[in-house]
């Protein structure tokens, strides 16, 4: 009866010591599988381009009235954007001609990757006219009103002598030059933007032409690892790969007027805010985001695409 009896506890002592062994084990592998979330110390917005999406605030109480959106009382305004589901700031840059660092401090955004549906941006800077942005004075040709069969005045009449010989006072007085109409105040595009020395960005040929429903610009192919190269002087004001369908992309900004977009590529070989110059190489071609070794280049007027071949000089 004794043995019987010290075997038991004998069996029970061993069966506490695995199940403590086991329970130990557990702990020890959990360690290494449990899922860990790393946050930083820093609360301050990231400093790299914003890549989240534009997010539908959740439903609030619906017994109480809506809170309205940041900046909705400019909706619909010139020179403001509403965002819309989907939306990145890289994008809406890109759309309004603009650099998306300039959007987060005309709108004091705290973080550039927090924006929602139905929140209003301004896309120009603050102090120009929205309405005024993108135009230019329209200037008038003179015309000059004489009798039939009467020569036009010699320059001589500038140093006081008429064609004639004669005195300017025995001369007809000519009209009155029409007013000059004042220029608008800084506005989006500016004199001698149009004056850009544009080249080709890569050297294979094209195989997709600028289709304003279809294609926002040129779809260039060639080899992987071909260079690219900045079509024009300018500076880069994105490069990455957070906008939705372009791959890794480079953005230019050449001045107020004009940007240039190069995507789809193998390697980005500029970062954000470094000057560059004409035909200095900013990328190798790729494949990102497309089906087959391309470069798509667009160049945008204020935002707007335009046809790239108008502007490229003839190979």
């Keep these: 009866m004794t043995t019987t009896k010290k075997r038991s506890m004998d069996t029970r002592l061993c069966a506490a010591v695995a199940a403590a062994v086991w329970v130990l084990a557990g702990c020890a592998t959990s360690k290494n599988q449990a899922p860990v979330e790393y946050r930083s110390a820093n609360s301050r917005a990231p400093q790299t381009a914003p890549t989240a999406v534009a997010v539908i605030p959740p439903p609030g109480d619906p017994s109480k009235p809506e809170p ?80 039939l069969g009467a020569a036009p005045a010699a320059s001589g009449a500038a140093s006081g002598v008429s064609a004639a010989g004669l005195p300017p006072a025995a001369a007809p007085s000519p009209p009155a030059a029409a007013p000059t109409p004042p220029a608008p105040a800084s506005n989006g595009a500016r004199d001698g933007d149009d004056d850009v020395n544009w080249m080709w960005p890569a050297n294979g040929p094209v195989v997709s032409v600028f289709d304003d429903a279809r294609s926002k610009g040129l779809a260039i192919t060639g080899k992987s690892g071909d260079p690219v190269y900045a079509a024009a002087d300018g500076r880069v004001v994105y490069a990455g790969s957070g906008l939705r369908g372009y791959g890794n992309l480079v953005i230019l900004k050449h001045n107020n007027t004009y940007l240039t977009a190069y995507a789809h590529n193998q390697t980005l070989l500029v970062k954000e805010d470094q000057a560059v110059r004409r035909g200095q190489k900013i990328a190798e071609m790729g494949s990102t985001d497309a089906e087959r070794v391309q470069l798509h280049f667009e160049i945008r007027k204020l935002g707007k695409p335009v046809d790239p071949a108008k502007l490229l000089p003839p190979r």
């Design 68 to 147: 309205p959106k940041p900046g909705a009382e400019n909706a619909g305004k010139v020179g403001f954007y509403t965002v819309k589901q989907g939306d990145t700031l890289i994008r809406i840059g890109l759309e309004n001609g603009q650099n998306w660092k300039d959007l987060v401090k005309w709108n004091n955004l705290e973080n550039p990757n927090v924006i929602e549906v139905g929140q209003v941006i301004r896309v120009v800077p603050p102090g120009v006219d929205p309405n005024a942005a993108g135009t230019k004075p329209v200037t008038t040709a003179k015309v000059e009103t004489r009798p």
